[in-house]
C-alpha cells in the first residue's frame, strides 16, 4: 500500500456495521480457505520461485499429456497398416522422428518466446491478430476436448476390469473425475501436479519395463522377424508398386497422429516455470521428446515383434501384454496393475488441459478477444474463471458424447495440428527473414521447414479421413468460436476508442499551473475517487462530482488498485512495474488537482480481487478522513444488451455494497456512452 510513499501493505481494518453477519462470512471464508487453501502472499519474494514448477514436475504437468498419447496413438496407426505390418518398422522411426522434430522446433519456439510461447503468442505476434485468434480459439477448444477424451479414455480402461453391470456408473464417474481435477487446479498449479506426480512415475516405469521385456524375450525371433519384414517389402513393392505402399504409410502415418499431440504442452506453459526458464522448457522438452519418441517406437515394433492383432474390446496394448507376460507369476497381477496406470496418466494427462486452456483463455482476455474477467487470478493465483470454463466445458462435451472415445478422438484431433501448421510457418517466416543476420539459419529453417510439411500433411489427410465421423463438429464449434471473439473484440475496440475520445475532450477543460497546495485537511468533507487509469473516465467521473456537488469538497483522495491478472504474474520484477504504473497514473491525477487548486492525495495497493483489495483501501482512507464520501465513474450504454454485464464487469457496484454494509456512502456516478454518437 502506497499512500504518497513506499511502504508496507497494511492489514486489512476489521470495521464492523450493524445489520452485518459477520459468523456466516467467516465461516463462508474458512469453508472457502478449506476447499481451495489460504490466500497467497505476494509480498513473499520467494512466492514466484515456490510456486514455479523444476523440469521433472514440469515434464509430470505438461508431458502427461504426450506420453499418455502413447495409449492410443501407435495402436491407431499399427492398425491402419492391416496385412502391411511390416511397414511399422519405417513408422516406428518416422514417429520417433516426427516427435524430435517437432521438438526441436517448439525448443526454438522456447527461445524465441521466453515467456511463453505458445500457438496463439506465435501465431499472434508473427502472422498477425487474425492468425493468432485462429491458433488460440482450435487450441482452447483442443484443450477441453483433451481433458474430456483424456477422463473418457481413463474411465473405459478402468471399467474394463468392473463386472459388466457396475457400466452405468462410468459416465458418473468420470464427471466425478472431471469435477475433482477442477478442484485440485483452482487450488494451485504446484498441489495439482505433486499429487499426480507417483501416478505418472508409475506408468513410465511400467511401459518401459514391458518394451524391455518384450524385445528381450522374443531376442531369440528377431532375425526371423527381420527377415520376413525384408520379405514384405519386396512382396509389397512387387505386388503393389512403391506408390501404393507410400499411399499406404502416409495414411497410417497420419491417422496416428495423435502421438504427437502434447508436445506444445511445454512451450504454452514456460509460465509455470523455474527460472531461468528458457533452460529449465528445453530441458523439459527433451525429457518429454524423448520419453515419448521411445514409448512410440518402442510400442510399434512391439506389435510387430509379437505379432499383436486387434481384439474386440481390448486394446493393443492389453494383447501384447498378455503375450509377453504368459507363464509369468502374478500376471494377470501385472497386467491389471499396468493398464490402470494406463488409465491414471490419461488423467494426468488431462491436467494438461487445466494448466495449459486457461492461460491460453487468460492471454486472449489480455488482447480483449475473450471478456477480461478471464485474465483474472483468485487469491490462490490460478485463472479460477478459465479453469471453471474449462471444466464446465469439458463436462458439457462428456454429456454430449456419453463418453465416447472415439468420437472423442476424432473431434480434438484436428485442431492439434491447426496449431501445428500455424506456429511452424510462422517461425519458418520468421526465420527465413533472419536469413541475412543469422550466421547458422539454414538448420533452424530447415527443422521448420520439415515440421511444416509434416504437421500441414498430417491435419490434412485427418481432415480428409474424419470430417464425416466426427471432424465437422470440432470444425463448427471452433468456428463458431472464433466468430465469437472477433464479435467481442469489436465491441471492446468500440469502446475504447470512445473513452479515449471522451478523455481528448476533457483532457483540454480550463485550469491554471500547479500550485503548492496545504495538505488534505481529514476534519473537511472529502471526495475519495476510485479510478482505474488516467483517462476519460476517470476525469469525467471527478468533473462530475464538482457539478454534482459544487463548493461541498474540501479534498480529493484518489485510489487505485493495481490488479494483476496472469499477463502480468511472472515475476517480482513485474509487480514492481504495476506499482509503478498505478502511482504514476495517480500523480496525473493529483496534479489535475493542484491546477484546479483542490488539496488532494493518493492511495494505491495491488492483488489479484480488485474488489476485496479496494475496499481495504477505502476502509482504510475512512478511518483517516472520516467525513469521505466515495465515488466511482461506471461506463453505460444508451441501449442495455444482456452481454453488457457479461464483457463489462460490475465492479463500482461490488464496491458499492460492500461500503454500505460498513457504514460507508458511495455514489456512482455513469460515463454515458452512445454506441453511435461521441461520448458525453
Not at 499383436?308 to 507369476?329: D, F, Q, W, Y
Not at 550466421?439 to 515440421?451: D, E, L, N
Not at 465513474?633 to 457479461?646: E, N, T
Request: hydrophobic share 50%.
Amino acid at each position: 500500500m502506497s499512500d504518497n510513499q513506499p511502504g508496507p501493505r497494511a492489514e486489512k481494518i476489521p470495521i464492523k456495521a450493524a445489520g452485518t453477519d459477520d459468523d456466516v462470512s467467516s465461516s463462508t471464508v474458512r469453508l472457502r480457505r478449506l476447499i481451495l487453501g489460504a490466500p497467497r502472499d505476494l509480498d513473499d519474494k520467494s512466492l514466484f520461485h515456490k510456486l514455479s514448477l523444476i523440469p521433472f514436475l514440469a515434464w509430470v504437468g505438461l508431458g502427461a499429456d504426450g506420453l499418455s498419447s502413447s495409449c492410443y496413438g501407435p495402436e491407431e496407426a499399427y492398425a491402419t497398416l492391416g496385412q502391411h505390418a511390416y511397414i511399422s518398422v519405417a513408422l516406428a522411426f518416422a514417429v520417433a522422428a516426427t516427435v524430435l522434430i517437432i521438438s526441436a522446433a517448439y525448443s526454438k519456439i522456447i527461445e524465441a518466446f521466453p515467456h511463453g510461447g505458445g500457438g496463439y503468442v506465435v501465431a499472434t505476434k508473427l502472422l498477425g491478430e487474425k492468425a493468432g485468434v485462429v491458433s488460440g480459439c482450435a487450441l482452447l477448444v483442443d484443450y477441453m476436448l483433451t481433458i474430456t477424451t483424456s477422463v473418457a479414455a481413463a474411465g473405459k480402461a478402468f471399467f474394463s476390469f468392473i463386472p459388466p453391470e457396475f457400466a452405468h456408473y462410468m459416465l458418473p464417474t468420470e464427471v466425478a473425475i472431471v469435477v475433482g481435477l477442477t478442484w485440485l487446479n483452482l487450488r494451485g498449479v504446484r498441489e495439482s501436479v505433486l499429487i499426480l506426480t507417483p501416478v505418472f512415475i508409475l506408468f513410465l516405469v511400467l511401459h518401459v519395463l514391458l518394451i524391455l521385456g518384450a524385445f528381450v524375450l522374443h531376442l531369440p525371433e528377431v532375425k526371423s522377424t527381420a527377415t520376413d519384414v525384408v520379405a514384405g517389402y519386396q512382396d509389397g513393392l512387387t505386388n503393389s508398386g512403391i506408390l501404393a505402399l507410400s499411399f499406404i504409410f502416409l495414411h497410417a502415418y497420419s491417422l496416428g497422429g495423435g502421438t504427437f499431440t502434447g508436445i506444445e504442452a511445454v512451450s504454452n506453459g514456460l509460465q509455470t516455470m523455474r527460472e531461468p526458464r528458457v533452460r529449465n522448457g528445453k530441458r523439459t522438452m527433451l525429457y518429454m521428446a524423448l520419453s515419448l519418441a521411445a514409448l512410440s517406437a518402442g510400442l510399434l515394433l512391439c506389435y510387430l515383434l509379437w505379432q499383436v492383432p486387434h481384439v474386440e474390446g481390448k486394446s493393443m496394448n492389453a494383447v501384447l501384454m498378455e503375450r509377453v507376460t504368459a507363464g509369468i507369476p502374478f500376471a494377470r497381477v501385472i497386467i491389471i496393475i499396468t493398464l490402470l496406470s494406463e488409465a491414471a496418466i490419461l488423467i494426468v494427462a488431462a491436467q494438461t488441459g487445466f494448466l495449459d486452456g486457461p492461460r491460453v483463455l487468460a492471454n486472449m482476455a489480455v488482447d480483449s478477444w475473450v471478456p477480461h474477467r478471464f485474465a483474472a487470478l483468485s487469491e490462490r493465483l490460478t485463472t479460477q474463471n478459465g479453469i471453471l470454463l474449462m471444466g464446465a466445458a469439458a463436462l458439457a462435451a462428456l454429456l454430449y458424447t456419453g463418453g465416447d472415445v472415439s468420437l472423442l478422438i476424432v473431434m480434438y484431433s484436428i485442431n492439434v495440428f491447426a496449431t501445428f501448421t500455424l506456429s511452424m510457418f510462422a517461425m519458418l517466416r520468421m526465420w527465413l527473414r533472419r536469413r541475412r543476420s543469422e550466421k547458422h539459419w539454414r538448420r533452424t529453417v530447415g527443422i521448420f521447414g520439415v515440421g511444416f510439411v509434416l504437421t500441414s500433411v498430417i491435419l490434412a489427410v485427418t481432415i480428409f479421413e474424419k470430417f464425416a465421423h466426427g471432424g465437422w463438429i470440432t470444425i463448427l464449434v471452433t468456428s463458431s468460436f472464433i466468430g465469437l471473439c472477433f464479435m467481442i473484440r469489436r465491441h471492446y475496440d468500440h469502446v475504447r476508442e470512445l473513452l479515449t475520445l471522451l478523455g481528448e475532450q476533457l483532457g483540454n477543460i480550463p485550469a491554471g499551473d500547479a500550485k503548492p497546495l496545504d495538505p488534505p485537511n481529514p476534519e473537511d468533507p472529502t471526495a475519495v475517487v476510485l479510478v482505474e487509469s488516467y483517462g476519460g473516465a476517470g476525469i469525467h467521473t471527478l468533473l462530475n462530482i464538482f457539478r454534482a456537488f459544487p463548493g461541498h469538497f474540501k479534498n480529493i483522495v484518489f485510489i487505485s488498485v493495481g490488479v494483476i491478472d496472469s499477463g502480468g504474474f511472472k515475476g517480482h520484477e513485474e509487480l514492481d512495474a504495476l506499482e509503478r504504473k498505478s502511482e504514476d497514473t495517480l500523480k496525473r491525477y493529483v496534479d489535475l488537482c493542484a491546477r484546479l487548486g483542490i488539496p488532494s492525495k493518493y492511495k494505491f495497493d495491488v492483488g489479484t480481487d480488485i474488489v476485496d483489495t479496494a475496499e481495504k483501501l477505502c476502509l482504510e482512507t475512512r478511518q483517516e478522513f472520516p467525513r469521505s464520501t466515495f465515488f466511482a465513474g461506471k461506463v453505460i450504454f444508451q441501449r442495455d444488451r444482456w452481454y453488457q454485464r457479461f464483457l463489462h464487469n460490475e465492479t463500482p457496484f461490488a464496491i458499492q455494497k460492500r461500503l454500505v454494509w460498513s457504514g460507508a456512502t458511495m455514489v456512482v456516478l455513469p460515463v454515458r456512452l452512445r454506441w453511435d454518437a461521441p461520448a458525453t
